[in-house]
């Protein structure tokens, strides 16, 4: 081979590794100013269009772009945002939104009713083809609409009045309604823009957006970057650009904290085992969830269909052992509504009495457990799931003196064997879309996909029906008591065993962040503390 | 040359075809689907997104108007990314990773040549014994705790290097050592061994009788005569490498397509495996083909046949 042959193609090599360096780099370098805050995604999010968006990534960035009619209060009450007020007409069934008339898109446009209306209705669209869609069902002809019954938009209960006044016509009163409007998928979206740019409208260069921040940049699978909204109309935010990293990896994420070259980390960030270490940093904290983790009973087979012996395993389980095992500042729990979101009743539900389980288990012809069948109880494959299965497995044991045999799977394969084929006991949870009991309670309904218990109890149904149409907080907290007491006292389908909480840990620099019991990272208030004395995180991550 | 060139282009369509049909239909055999939820959906929202994805169609369709869209270069959408195609991911995603796998190459071969090399001349001596250590050493530690061990030593106690991300040169150091140091270790032993072998024929002794030096004789006839193993296993070693690896890319968060040959799995985004597996599959056919005419200038013999 000629050596000028072989110093060209030396130099084209080296031309072809530098092109693909530059093309896979990013443009900008890693900025270490104070002004910029970062944090860690985790991952991609899969969509920032908020009609498809599905994902608590994507939410935590969307939630930080825009706002929407109302955003949930302390208490976890619809509060006003774009909507300055509303009126709720003829007993629930009619609800006029009046909006704000300063809020403006990210190019100067005024928010208008019309948004929300494009916006729900694109929602329903059936070649949106949204998972959130059933999310409006309530809407007078939404579902038809969905389900292509009518092609007729115009039938579609939602109507923009004038600019400032928004109409919601619904099938039946619905008190949860308002919290649906907290929901980032009723967010306002511009017609023109996401019909000029197709699917490419949430790209930078593309998306208009009203809230705190402006999405300067998106690198696929590396990195989102916020600027702050000179126009947004509560005010600029304190900091000027937020730096959303995705690091999938806990001990990265963990590693370059501790290194400073991030600002805060969520529970996706944070690697179990070290939880117990950053618990003494400053900054972290642990948040509790609206969301619930429950053991369902497959209630239409043997040995569950019997309620004695659905209501001694339950009274088997100690749930105050779960937050020692898990670390994660988890709440036993013996009711299903959470804590914090309203109607919760803590004094709902079987507690634990082994005695008790064992008296209920031989009235029902297992005395000791003997001669009870083999049961399966089954989790999808992770290291929490393993660890809460074998110590209820061992309760189970111990107090009734059956042996559960445990399966895991994979999670796709699991969801489709709780579809065809369920184990005896499984494991699932929920978390809450919205900050509503109903949200909560629908799931075990008769009609409900969610239902894998194959329980239904006519009386349930109705009284969360009778809820939804009540407006009185008591008297619908009183519905929601008798339907609780249902659920986990009477008939029992499942067991509630305890709501998370979610650990984070924030820069001592920083204040200001929120970080909701709905896991949604709330940055617009984030800002430098005044007398930055504290050290870098780097410096006391290794003490 | 044109006729093998031909013969070989063909032969790799057919192997192309054959992954592609395979993977079809090992997909859709899996338990779980692209939108199966733990909220499950309700009826009418999921027959509205299989009707957008095709997925109400019978299988055999499904499967002609795939091979359709991949004949006129459309990989489809992701179903996880919602508004990505295959390709804009494959695009973004892909000079990441064969940038990592460059690098690691290089780094393989510039380490395994003068170890392999050092270990065969010195044989049974302690040089050859370290190298083999080292060579075991990198064969046997899994990535993930060569990954972590390097993050550990060079970004946290050092603060060399910072732990994860792909911003600037520095930041490919730590990755491209994870990801190089099993080929090094394997090329190592593997050229060490074959020359160990060649330094036995007869053609060697030939040269030392005529009174060769012992450097040129390794370097000039034994190594040239040593090379076709190590070419053999460069192909698919290059591709394998060029297309990323999850747990490198998962542990210092790179932005490389290595993720999706696991993840697109986890998630049933069916036109993503698809995607990365074809790219895959594109990649291992020229490398093998680049392996198959490098041959002919290292052994003209092949050329001849």
Known sequence: MPATLTKTSIRRALFVLALLFLSSCNPFSQSNSQKVFRVNLGTEPPSLDWSLATDHVSFNVIANLMVGLTEFDKNLKPAPVIASSWDILEGGKRIVFHLRDDVAWSDGQKVRAQDFEYSWKRLLNPKTASEYAYILFDILNAEEYHEGKTTDEELVGVKSRDDRTLEVKLKHPASYFLSITTFEVTYPQRQDMVEKFGSKWTEPDNIVTNGPFLLASWKHENEIRLKANPGFFLGKPAIEKVDMFMINEKTTALAMYEQGQLDFLDNHSIPILEKPRLAKAPGFQKVPQLRGYYYGFVTDRKPFNDVRVRKAFSMAIDRTVFPKILHGGEQPASSWIPPGMPAHNPRIGLTYNPPEARRLLREAGYPDGKGFPQITLGYNTDEDHKIVAEAVQGMWKRNLGVLARLENQEWKVYLKKLQTDPPDVFRLGWGADYPDPDNFMKLFTALSGNNNTRWKNPRYDQLLELAAGEFGEKKRAKLYDEAQKILCETDLPIVPLFTTAESTVLSPRYTGLEYSSMGRLILRNVRLKESNQFPAPAARGRD | ?305
């Open chain 2, 1 to 305: 040359m044109a006729r093998f060139l031909l013969r070989r282009l063909l032969h790799g369509l057919a192997v192309l075809w054959v992954v592609v049909t395979l993977t079809f239909i090992l997909m859709h055999v899996t338990p779980g689907g692209p939108f199966d939820r733990e909220r499950r959906l309700p009826p009418e929202v999921l027959a509205n997104i299989a009707a957008k994805y095709h997925l109400d169609e019978p299988l055999l369709k499904q499967y002609a108007r795939y091979l359709q869209a991949i004949l006129r270069g459309d990989l489809g959408p992701s179903y996880k990314y919602i508004d990505r195609n295959v390709s804009d991911i494959v695009i973004d995603t892909l000079p990441v990773s064969a940038l990592l796998g460059i690098l690691a190459l290089l780094f393989a071969l510039a380490f395994s040549f003068p170890v392999g090399i050092g270990a065969a001349y010195y044989h049974n001596s302690w040089i050859d014994r370290w190298c083999l250590l080292f060579a075991t050493l990198g064969i046997s530690l899994p990535h993930f705790i060569l990954g972590a061990l390097l993050i550990w030593l060079f970004s946290l106690q050092l603060g060399w290097f910072q732990a994860g991300r792909w911003e600037n040169l520095a930041s490919v150091v730590l990755p491209t050592i994870t990801l190089g140091a099993a080929p090094a270790a394997y090329l190592s032993y593997l050229l060490r061994s074959t020359l160990l072998e060649t330094l036995g024929e007869d053609f060697i002794r030939t040269a030392r009788a005529k009174g060769l030096k012992e450097i040129a004789v390794l370097l000039k006839h034994a190594l040239n005569n040593s090379l076709i193993p190590t070419l053999t296993v460069l192909g698919p070693l290059a591709a394998a490498l060029i297309t990323g690896s999850f747990v490198v890319e998962y542990i210092f968060a790179l932005p490389g397509m290595g993720r999706f040959f696991i993840t697109a799995v986890t998630d049933r985004d069916y036109p993503l495996i698809m995607g990365v597996t074809l790219v895959y599959t594109v990649l291992l056919v020229c490398a093998n083909l680049a392996v198959d005419l490098l041959y002919s200038f290292v052994d003209p013999r092949i050329k001849s046949r």
